[in-house]
């Protein structure tokens, strides 16, 4: 039952509002994409120029140059252990491969700035000078770099070698992981695209809350109010 009819009139002119926007989002309308799928790109792109960090990852790396680093992890398979011998061996160091077993033998640092070049190509979306150099798939490749030093840090800690196993993670996460995931994606400058974010930002606020008015009118409309408890 209505009870006031003008905020219930004032509530349903709202959600029609917010209904009809909601239904034009969907649509392929912003360069081919819902809004959606727009928006999550803008962030996405923002995301990946926000969190390059190579360069000083590259610097510190070459404080590693010299470290030795001889470490024994067991890869999944023996597949994974072939390919991620690959890797290491381009890097420069001594690979033995029993089974799924590996043994990588060389220079922390120079494995290190491997990973992280790697990583910096993946950033530049160039995934064909990884393909070239270890003859598999490029996303595959940082994934077994992610995976060997994962497997990596716990033979070094199991060792005592805390110091390198905390080293090796943090270019995993700092290079590997933001390598891989925002491979395909083009960085975006959040300085030089103030006003864009702010206006994704500000619309999102003014949907929701006109979402929260269309609710209270219509509430209001059939009687349903909040008061305070006296």
Same mark, same amino acid.
């Given at each position: 039952?209505?009870?006031?009819?003008?905020?219930?009139?004032?509530?349903?002119?709202?959600?029609?509002?917010?209904?009809?926007? =909601?239904?034009y989002? $969907?649509?392929? /309308?912003?360069?081919?994409? #819902?809004?959606?799928?727009?928006?999550?790109?803008?962030? @996405?792109?923002?995301?990946? &120029?926000?969190?390059?960090?190579?360069?000083?990852?590259?610097?510190?790396?070459?404080?590693?140059?010299?470290? *030795?680093?001889?470490?024994?992890?067991?890869?999944? &398979?023996?597949?994974?252990?072939?390919?991620?011998?690959?890797?290491?061996? *381009?890097?420069?160091?001594?690979?033995t491969? #029993?089974? +799924?077993?590996? @043994?990588?033998?060389?220079?922390?640092?120079?494995? +290190? *700035?491997?990973?992280? #070049?790697?990583? &910096?190509?993946?950033?530049?979306? @160039?995934n064909? +000078?990884?393909?070239?150099?270890?003859?598999?798939?490029?996303?595959e490749?940082? %994934?077994? $770099? $992610?995976?060997?030093?994962d497997?990596?840090?716990?033979?070094?800690? #199991?060792?005592?070698?805390?110091?390198?196993?905390?080293?090796?993670? &943090?270019? *995993?996460?700092?290079?590997?992981?933001?390598?891989? !995931? =925002?491979?395909?994606?083009?960085?975006? /400058?959040?300085?030089? !695209?103030?006003?864009?974010?702010?206006?994704?930002?500000?619309? %999102?606020?003014?949907?929701?809350?006109?979402?929260?008015?269309?609710?209270?009118?219509?509430?209001?409309?059939?009687?349903?109010?909040?008061?305070?408890?006296?």
């Amino acid at each position: 039952m209505i009870v006031h009819k003008k905020e219930f009139t004032i509530g349903l002119i709202l959600l029609a509002i917010f209904v009809a926007i =909601f239904a034009y989002m $969907w649509s392929p /309308s912003f360069d081919g994409n #819902n809004a959606f799928v727009y928006s999550d790109d803008i962030f @996405n792109a923002i995301s990946k &120029d926000s969190s390059y960090q190579i360069p000083a990852l590259l610097e510190k790396a070459e404080g590693q140059v010299g470290t *030795k680093l001889d470490v024994t992890f067991e890869a999944d &398979d023996v597949e994974m252990a072939d390919k991620m011998a690959i890797l290491f061996q *381009k890097a420069g160091a001594d690979v033995t491969v #029993n089974g +799924a077993e590996v @043994n990588v033998s060389g220079d922390l640092g120079a494995i +290190a *700035k491997s990973a992280i #070049n790697d990583a &910096d190509e993946m950033y530049k979306n @160039n995934n064909i +000078a990884l393909e070239q150099a270890y003859g598999y798939d490029a996303k595959e490749a940082m %994934y077994y $770099w $992610w995976k060997s030093f994962d497997k990596m840090n716990g033979s070094l800690q #199991n060792a005592g070698e805390f110091a390198t196993a905390s080293y090796i993670t &943090d270019v *995993k996460m700092r290079a590997v992981e933001p390598g891989y !995931n =925002f491979f395909g994606i083009e960085g975006m /400058s959040a300085k030089d !695209n103030v006003g864009l974010i702010s206006f994704l930002l500000g619309f %999102y606020l003014v949907y929701t809350v006109l979402y929260g008015f269309a609710i209270y009118y219509l509430f209001e409309g059939v009687g349903i109010m909040m008061t305070s408890k006296h």
